[in-house]
């Protein structure tokens, strides 16, 4: 079948290469997707591309439809931040098939053809937390893991990385792993049983701020502040500030701004017939003050 | 027969809002009345239209039903965990329908032989079913599934140019919709919504008639699980969150009365189309998600408040 | 009796959570007779048939059938055997049409496919309809949408369609029109001829003389005795009932007539009634007749602000009266007892105390707060005054038996102390006894001086409680009559539409 | 007198599931039953159980409130954005829950006005609500709220040892069940649940009873979401999400009918403790987040057919 996105020379008339990209984001009802979409539309805008967004709240099914919808409105590159990298291979297919280039976002693509990827790994932040709290407790202590949304691919991928580190470990023990869907009220809830049976923690890896913030409330009411070593994920606004202020040790930084900024850049490339790198890392940072 | 004229024109109240949404869209979305928008419109609410039809049979008993998406997440991962340690597709799809089957007929028994209402009944096993799914999949999608055509032909294919989703949701319909109106079980169905007691009296067991329905819906939701599998190529451990709630949206939107007794199954589908519709145009429109919400939200109440109207 | 009894219930027993509701009843049926079932409200009528068709278990006692023992667990069972129930309380699917309701539970289909066969049952459900005499029911009509008398005439066509051997009939003719009536009569007569038993259950004494060949009483639960009609009376019957003399029907109207309290003045209601005038003095009894859908409670639904009028006015003490809601006709002192007490008139899980509140939550508060001794004080007094047979105010008036449910609704609006008292069929489904009581209240309230006006069907009660009576017919007041003026069949002139 | 201790008993059922689980927790769980992990759980039940005592007002007139998630996400992200902006801690809050008042006429009003199922009329507002909250803050966390004493003591103040919460709970019960007890409104909250037409032609204006019952719970959703603004030192945009459904299953757990007129609030504050006392007993046992889940279901279930059962 013909479809109608299929020629990406419509808007060739003016030279100014004035671009439309179709952005498919996972989840908005997360701080750190919503950078991730400011920065690239600030980036489009400056460059005075088109961009049209979607927002799949984390439904895997929803953004296949949405990426369909953006496939009906002659855009010249689709953006995608996948919900779920095996989820989001048909949605990339049909993007082949209409000839539109596909370019993944924070998360990859299990299947179908991707220009280029553009992120940071969460295993490796996983990693990189582990190696953090390692080092401040001198491989010796007792650990709570705050997981994510079960199910949910960031949940899977930092725990692998984290407990790629600590499971090594002969010192260390994660003495309670639970779920507080990446919610801050959560986050505290859960924390705080999880004080009244474990008293001794020397460390929490949440895995995103959030959840850490929440931890964070949980052990400073509880007095603990000065013994627990708390490390989230993401390094938002609010957690920024908590490290500064020394009430959290370390959030993993995937500077979400600069990946929406990276992503635009490199999609005028991939317009423009350029070669680009198979996959676009943006570095992951350690925050730690 | 008057009567029947003016009846059916009363029905016609979800339509005619379909009809200005849809006109409205032609007009501010120049990509929204493409035949290739069209198809892809039909297939996107395929799943969501499935689950309906059942939960339409569920709300004309009376009930209601919660779980869905956590069936669906079942039944999905089951079959992708046959179909990946390489049963044969058919066989598989086969026994996840049955499983979807069993989990509605477990609601079903719950409701009836545990007396407990629906809501909470539903309510119970959606966080039940979402969480054995977690413990089968580990938390993780289960990809590799089989290469077999007939399964990829579930989500993907085409038949005549019409997407194969489209054409299992209009089997569905049509086979459901004569169940509806022209068997014993259809009308046992109405019955049983419109005064248990008196059905009860007549003969009809309506535990059975109950069971019966929410073993339906069960497998209509893996249906649509089982499309979703197809299509992702994979099946998510976490598939099917907040489905019951489009599904519902879709049934009342339709004009069935969530006190029981009073529907159709055409009303569903056409409130399906709503909700794909909104959905779909607010995307070629570039309305921006959050605003989406409050429009979808606002649109459905209006929708509904102007039926009551009309009657 | 030689011959076999069809139905033979013997030493029949059965409590509720306690409440001993029926004990050692004795209670047989003979082939081809209409046999009475009698006794006052809360006797255990309707617990007997529903223990004889497996609706309840009964604790102990034997039934048989033919002089075969039987134990049904469903009323399916029984209807096998040749036994069919038309219950107490409509069994009508309301979003159903009529052939739908009337073949609910036993639907035709193609072999065993459970496809239907909807053009036999549309012309089977005509041909039922005409046996009984009813020719103005479309098949395809929705069933709620037609008369209470309409659905009653589909479940009484549906019983009949059965072929039984013994139909029960719990109080059928309750929500019927005179004319329907007749035709129901015809039938159980020619169902007689058939062989066909009908056990009849139903508070109207003339009934009972018209039709029965025996008749059986229940008092408190237990079998009085059985009677032949030919043998028995009016008031030997209401004395097995009550277990006294009940002395006259309708007690001495004694009270003075006042001046004019309420008048209604070209009251009307688009496509409900039309051009209503009348006027209701202090003290007196206006009798509204008129046959069933006539449109009687939209006018005084009406007057109570429960519907909204389209025309004309309505004056209380001469002033203008304008009600937008029942609080407003409330508040000027105006009393309305529904004519369905459950659906209109009782909040069925709340207990009398909170019930008889609800129109007077004005009286025992203070500030919005419930005074409890205050409230206790005011309902145990219209307990005992109304001679509400109950355990004690905190009893749920769902488990009371109709007539003393019928109480606690009157006692509901005599607490608001009303000036006008509007009775919409109040003695529906209420044994004689308690009518006595009934009447008797009304006479007490109006010799204090309280206008009534009561709508009644029951042109005998009409005749002899009113001191005027105005009859209604297709939503316009055809004939105001003085008593000594009325009688029957000048009512039922009016009421049919003759001038 | 009897009666009264009989009704009393057969309302246990409740009561003893509560008891079962704590005893088993108390013999699993070393941390279960000291001082401050009881302290703890009821600061955490705080916030459903206020949120329950409104969804108690609403279930007994026979609806449905879906919206008080976004209604509380809503009040706390305006009270949040006030206290940033510089404005005293305790107009902010005032204004917050007037906020939540209104939103909650809002629902009374679109239910009783429109004649929109509550379950329809509050799963649209829920969308709207949220729409707006992610409008207002932009999808962003809420944060630099004011030191001011005052505001933190609501999350985070103890009196006499007491977390302040668990006072603010303690209070709303004390008053909403007095309410409900022995004021006029009380009284015409059951019966326009038990019999709405019944209760309309007693005088009672019904359609304003309903109006009430919304715009209670949605103060009290809004209650709720400040301390948790104020324990969390932030709003956040996805607070709440969910949160209807913990708040319907304590109210049904404590024995209130789904569909109207019965009910009480004592039981309401049972069915948030066992919510609760699983959620924190899952914890502190370190049960896997997968099976939480098929517990939690499961325990629910249970303790309905029990309740049921009973009598
Ligand atoms: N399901 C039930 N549960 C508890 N009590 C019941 C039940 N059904 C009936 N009763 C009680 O049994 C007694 C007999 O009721 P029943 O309905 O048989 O009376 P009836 O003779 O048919 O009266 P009526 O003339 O008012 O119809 C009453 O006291 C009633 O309250
Ligand atoms: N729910 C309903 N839907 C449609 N029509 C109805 C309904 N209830 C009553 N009617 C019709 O409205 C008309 C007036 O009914 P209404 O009950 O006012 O009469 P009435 O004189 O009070 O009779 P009754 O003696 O039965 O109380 C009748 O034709 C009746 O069939
Ligand atoms: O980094 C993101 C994290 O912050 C969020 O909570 O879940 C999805 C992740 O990709
Ligand atoms: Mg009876
Ligand atoms: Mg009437």
Redesign the interface.
């Given at each position: 079948t013909e479809s109608p996105g299929s020629s990406s020379d419509e808007d060739s008339g003016d030279g100014d290469e004035s671009i439309k990209i179709g952005m498919s984001i996972s989840t908005l009802n997360n701080p750190f997707f919503v950078s991730l979409r400011d920065g690239a539309e600030a980036a489009a805008e400056e460059a005075g591309y088109e961009i049209t967004t979607a927002d799949a709240q984390d439904d895997s099914a929803s953004q296949v439809s949405d990426i369909e919808d953006l496939l009906q409105q002659d855009i010249d590159v689709l953006l995608v931040n996948p919900t779920d990298s095996s989820a989001i291979s048909s949605a990339i297919e049909s993007a082949n098939s209409a000839d539109i280039p596909v370019i993944t976002v924070d998360r990859t693509a299990d299947e179908g053809e991707v220009a280029t990827h553009i992120a940071s790994d969460n295993v490796e932040g996983g990693e990189m937390a582990g190696e953090f709290i390692a080092e401040q407790l001198e491989e010796e202590g007792d650990v709570v893991e705050l997981e994510g949304i079960s199910g949910a691919s960031a949940t899977r991928e930092r725990g692998e990385g984290f407990h790629n580190i600590v499971d090594e470990m002969d010192g260390i023990e994660v003495v309670a792993q639970q779920s507080a869907d990446f919610d801050r009220s959560n986050g505290l809830n859960v924390m705080e049983n999880i004080l009244q049976s474990n008293s001794e923690i020397d460390a929490v890896f949440a895995h995103n701020d959030e959840m850490a913030l929440g931890a964070i409330e949980a052990i400073e009411s509880n007095d603990l502040a000065d013994e627990v070593v708390v490390v989230g994920f993401d390094a938002t606004d609010d957690a920024r500030d908590a490290v500064s202020e020394g009430r959290m040790d370390a959030t993993v930084a995937q500077q979400p701004e600069l990946i929406g900024e990276e992503a635009i850049t490199t999609a005028a490339q991939v317009v423009d017939g350029e070669e680009v790198e198979e996959f676009v890392p943006v570095e992951l940072e350690l925050i730690t003050e | 027969m008057k009567?029947?004229i003016v009846n059916n024109l009363s029905q016609l109240g979800p339509l005619i809002g379909l009809i200005i949404i849809v006109i409205i869209l032609g007009f501010t979305s120049d990509?929204f009345f493409?035949l290739?928008?069209i198809l892809?419109l039909l297939?996107?609410i395929s799943?969501n239209a499935l689950i309906a039809f059942g939960m339409t049979f569920v709300i004309l008993t009376g009930g209601i039903d919660l779980s869905v998406g956590s069936i669906l997440a079942f039944g999905s991962a089951l079959t992708a965990g046959m179909l990946s340690s390489g049963m044969d597709p058919m066989l598989a799809v086969f026994i996840g329908l049955l499983a979807g089957l069993l989990m509605g007929a477990m609601n079903g028994l719950?409701i009836t032989k545990?007396?407990?209402?629906p809501?909470?009944?539903t309510?119970?096993?959606?966080?039940?079913f979402?969480?054995?799914?977690?413990?089968y999949?580990?938390?993780?999608?289960i990809?590799g599934l089989s290469d077999s055509f007939s399964f990829e032909m579930i989500?993907?294919g085409y038949v005549f140019?019409i997407p194969f989703p489209v054409i299992l949701m209009l089997i569905a319909f049509g086979v459901l919709f004569f169940i509806l109106r022209?068997?014993?079980?259809g009308?046992q169905v109405?019955?049983v919504g419109?005064?248990e007691?008196?059905?009860i009296?007549?003969?009809?067991r309506a535990d059975r008639v109950k069971i019966w329905v929410y073993s339906i819906t069960g497998m209509l939701s893996v249906l649509a699980g089982i499309i979703?599998t197809s299509?992702?190529?994979?099946a998510?451990?976490?598939?099917g969150?907040?489905y019951e709630?489009d599904a519902?949206?879709a049934v009342?939107l339709g004009g069935t009365?969530?006190?029981g007794?009073?529907g159709w199954l055409t009303g569903t589908l056409i409130g399906a189309l709503i909700i794909g519709v909104l959905?779909?145009g607010l995307?070629?429109l570039?309305v921006?998600?959050?605003?989406?919400?409050?429009?979808?939200?606002?649109v459905?109440?209006l929708a509904?408040?102007l039926d009551?109207r009309s009657k | 009796m030689n011959e076999q009894a069809l139905v033979e219930m013997s030493e029949i027993d059965k409590s509720f959570s306690g409440n001993h509701v029926l004990q050692k009843v004795n209670f047989s049926v003979q082939p081809g007779e209409v046999h009475a079932l009698m006794g006052e409200n809360g006797a255990g009528k309707s617990t007997l048939v529903k223990v004889l068709t497996g609706i309840h278990p009964r604790d102990s006692g034997t039934i048989t059938v033919k002089g075969k023992e039987v134990d049904f667990s469903h009323p399916k069972q029984a209807e096998k055997q040749g036994i069919v129930v038309i219950h107490q309380e409509l069994n009508i699917i309301p979003h159903l049409t009529v052939t739908e309701n009337m073949f609910l539970g036993k639907e035709l289909s193609i072999g065993k496919t459970g496809i239907l066969r909807k053009k036999d049952m549309h012309k089977q459900t005509l041909e039922n309809l005409k046996r009984l005499g009813v020719d103005n029911i479309p098949p395809n009509e929705t069933a709620g949408s037609l008369s209470v008398g309409k659905q009653q005439m589909i479940e009484i066509a549906r019983a009949i369609s059965t072929n039984a051997e013994m139909i029960i009939m719990d109080e059928p003719t309750a929500a019927l029109t005179d004319r329907e009536i007749t035709s129901l009569f015809k039938v159980i007569e020619s169902l007689r001829k058939q062989g066909v038993s009908i056990v009849y259950i139903s508070h109207r004494m003339e009934e009972i003389f018209q039709i029965c060949d025996r008749i059986t009483v229940l008092r408190d639960g237990r079998s009085i005795g059985t009677e032949q009609i030919k043998e028995t009376s009016f008031d030997a019957i209401v004395k097995m009932m009550v277990g006294r003399e009940l002395g006259e029907r309708f007690p001495e109207r004694s009270s003075v007539i006042g001046k004019t309290l309420l008048e209604v003045k070209d009251l009307s209601r688009e496509e409900w009634f039309e051009g209503i005038n009348f006027q209701v003095k202090e003290g007196e009894v206006l009798g509204v007749a008129g046959l069933m859908g006539a449109g009687r409670t939209e006018i005084m639904e009406t007057i109570f602000g429960a519907a909204k009028k389209s025309k004309g006015q309505v004056l209380l003490d001469g002033k203008p009266l304008n009600v937008t809601h029942p609080r407003d006709a409330i508040r000027a002192g105006i009393g309305f007892i529904t004519e369905d007490r459950k659906d209109e008139g009782l909040v069925l899980n709340l207990s009398i105390r909170e019930n008889v509140a609800l129109t007077n939550l004005k009286t025992v508060s203070k500030n919005g707060w419930i005074s409890n001794s205050k409230e206790s004080e005011l309902v145990d007094d219209l307990i005992k005054k109304l001679h509400v047979r109950t355990t004690g105010r905190e009893q749920e008036v769902k488990s009371l038996s109709g007539g003393n449910q019928q109480k606690v609704v009157i006692a509901k609006w005599l607490g608001i102390q009303p000036r006008l008292l509007i009775l919409d069929e109040p003695t529906r489904g209420v044994d004689v006894g308690a009518k006595k009581e009934i009447y008797n209240i009304m006479n007490q309230l109006t010799e204090q001086g309280v206008a009534i006006i009561m709508v009644s069907s029951e042109l005998p009660e009409v005749l002899g409680v009113s001191d005027r009576i105005m009859v209604v017919h297709e939503g316009t007041v055809t004939k105001i009559l003085n008593r000594d003026e009325a009688d029957q069949e000048k009512i039922m002139h009016a009421a049919t539409g003759g001038e």
């Open positions: - | 009567k029947k990509s493409t290739n928008n892809n297939r996107q799943i719950i545990g007396k407990v209402a809501f909470i009944a309510l119970a096993t959606m966080t039940i979402r969480g054995a799914t977690l413990v999949t580990e938390g993780r999608p990809t989500g993907k140019g022209n068997t014993v079980f009308r109405y019955s419109g005064n007691e008196a059905s009296l007549s003969g009809i979703l299509r992702l190529n994979s998510q451990p976490t598939a969150t907040m709630l519902i949206a009342v009365s969530l006190t007794g009073r959905d779909n995307n070629l570039n921006s998600s959050f605003y989406q919400q409050i429009v979808k939200g606002g459905i109440l509904v408040v009551r | -």
